[in-house]
């Protein structure tokens, strides 16, 4: 294959390349941004990039494999980061104006990790304002445009993440998902999102937008790169005061061994109703593949999973509330002048903030105010133990929960953002293991017949059975046998 054709290879494809020293990480990266140079002014999944600096680096990991050094199989592979996630010196914006000129002093856990291992970074992605959204058009420096078909959403908020990895500009990307928000853009744009347990990727770092659900993970071509991502930024961060303790598996491990015997459980409440045809006719497919592969599928229900999207929009406005109060103007980030501190806290707000982020911080402020506190954000959290104890009593029945990632395929901008309503519907299946704190993949596995889009698959676990699930994932994905090549056509 011609260097210039690298970046269409995957992160374990490159990580052979490179340890045979067939390539150079220079080289890889070269290709990268020679891809997005050529795919970026259309799609706008990047904030910043850093492309100049990842060949220099690539170079210094060159000449220590050159030396004998023994590096990491991420070491020279290229990757991009969504840009809520901190990066030392690095602008990190949330995809907010408030932040726009805003340097971290330094860096989160999770991109702290993956730099030790000599990746090499080539921009930070585009997301919806402050990882408020489902399509990645509430940015505050333009939409991010699907590479299946560009008049169409991403999906979000990890929009520019999802899109960068489709269209062959990165290998690896990292996002965040507070309810959905890896899974539901992996899904439209055809390549695999990975949801951790909530805790078993440090929150170190990351731009709060609601502390109790935001998790970090992988967004890559295949599950292999997935794995391989996971077994680095997996790990006890004692700087994270919700880190789970306690070593991590090799998630690599269990990769290729057969799904004989592994149950299924098709969650009833979120399986038909209200889903595109397409999105159903593939699901089912792949529910027959699960067969055909030796594992069982059987119906099960979560009955509390129909409020998911109820007690979602009452918990994560009500942190945000609290979270962005922080933005005032004063500390840190844009400063409006205005006479008083108080108008000015009101000035700084109204321009930085989008119109998104102002609405779910009414919403917060409202459900946690004297008077409507127990009956909003008290039954909120009342609904999220039930949604938790639901899916415990579905664990003990089947060891993975499956569903459609998202109820339609890619949406045309503009379609939704009069509706916040129905934009809010795109999550209803991802939402739960977010309130849940399981973990959760969606591999693609289809396009739709309608549209010829890409369709999601998502598949659930228990808290920590990320292995199996992985496993599963990777079973599916080999049978299955998806081409994401029109993307980075």
């Known amino acids: 294959m011609p260097s210039t054709d690298l970046w269409r290879l995957s992160a374990s494809e490159l990580s052979t390349l490179l340890e045979r020293r067939e390539v150079k990480a220079a080289e890889v990266a070269e290709s990268v941004i020679a891809r997005i140079e050529q795919a970026e002014p ?105 590479p299946w078909d560009t008049s169409r959403v991403p999906g979000g908020s990890s929009g520019g993440s999802a899109a960068a990895v489709a269209a062959g500009m990165v290998p690896i990307s990292i996002g965040t998902d507070t309810g959905g928000s890896i899974r539901q853009p992996a899904s439209l744009c055809g390549v695999v999102g990975l949801k951790p347990t909530y805790g078993l990727v440090s929150r170190y770092g990351l ?48 990769l290729g061994r057969p799904i004989t015997g592994m149950r299924f459980g098709v969650i009833k409440e979120l399986s038909g109703e209200g889903m595109q045809p397409g999105v159903v006719e593939r699901f089912q497919q792949t529910l027959t593949t699960i067969n055909r592969l030796g594992g069982s599928v059987e119906e099960v229900s979560v009955p509390s999973v129909t409020y998911g999207i109820d007690a979602y929009y009452v918990i994560t406005p009500a942190e945000a509330s609290s979270n962005l109060a922080r933005y005032d103007g004063t500390r840190y980030g844009l400063r409006v002048e205005a006479p008083d501190v108080l108008a000015t806290n009101r000035a700084t707000r109204e321009a930085g903030f989008g119109a998104e982020v102002k609405r779910r911080i009414l919403l917060g402020t409202y459900v946690l105010s004297s008077g409507y506190y127990e009956a909003w954000y008290g039954t909120a959290l009342k609904l999220r133990t039930q949604i ?64 010829g889009l890409p369709v999601g698959f998502q598949i659930m676990g228990p808290a920590l059975a990320e292995a199996t699930m992985l496993r599963a994932a990777f079973a599916l994905e080999a049978e299955i046998g998806f081409d994401g090549s029109k993307a980075m056509s």
């Not at 330094?106 to 919806?128: F, I, P």
């Not at 659900?213 to 077994?231: C, F, H, N, Y």
């Not at 395929?409 to 309130?435: H, V, W």
């Not at 591999?443 to 309608?450: D, K, N, T, V, Y």
């Open 207 to 254: 731009v709060a937008f609601a502390s109790s659900l935001d998790q970090a993970g992988p967004m890559t071509r295949s599950v292999r790169d997935a794995a391989l991502v996971l077994k680095t930024i997996s790990r006890y961060d004692p700087r994270d005061s919700t880190s789970i303790p306690g070593d991590r598996p090799d998630y690599l491990s269990g």
């Open 42 to 146: 259309e799609l706008n999944a990047f904030i910043s990039r850093t492309g100049d600096a990842a060949v220099r680096h690539g170079s210094r990991v060159d000449d220590d494999r050159a030396n004998g050094a023994h590096l990491s199989p991420l070491a020279g592979i290229p990757i991009g980061i969504k840009d809520i996630i901190c990066t030392k010196g690095i602008r990190t914006t949330a995809g907010s104006k408030i932040l726009e000129s805003y340097k971290p002093p330094y860096d989160a856990t999770v991109w702290s990790d993956l730099r030790d291992e000599r990746t090499l970074l080539v921009g930070k992605t585009n997301l919806d304002e402050f990882a408020m959204g489902s399509s990645c058009e509430n940015s505050g420096y333009g939409p991010t445009r699907n």
């Open 388 to 451: 938790v104890r639901d899916f415990e009593a579905a664990f003990g029945k089947v060891d993975l929960l499956v569903t459609p990632t998202t109820p339609t395929t890619a949406f045309a901008i503009g379609e939704k953002t009069a509706d916040p309503l129905q934009m809010y519907l795109n999550d209803i299946c991802t939402i739960p293991a977010n309130l849940a704190g399981s973990c959760g993949v969606s591999i693609p596995c289809g396009l739709a017949a309608e549209d």
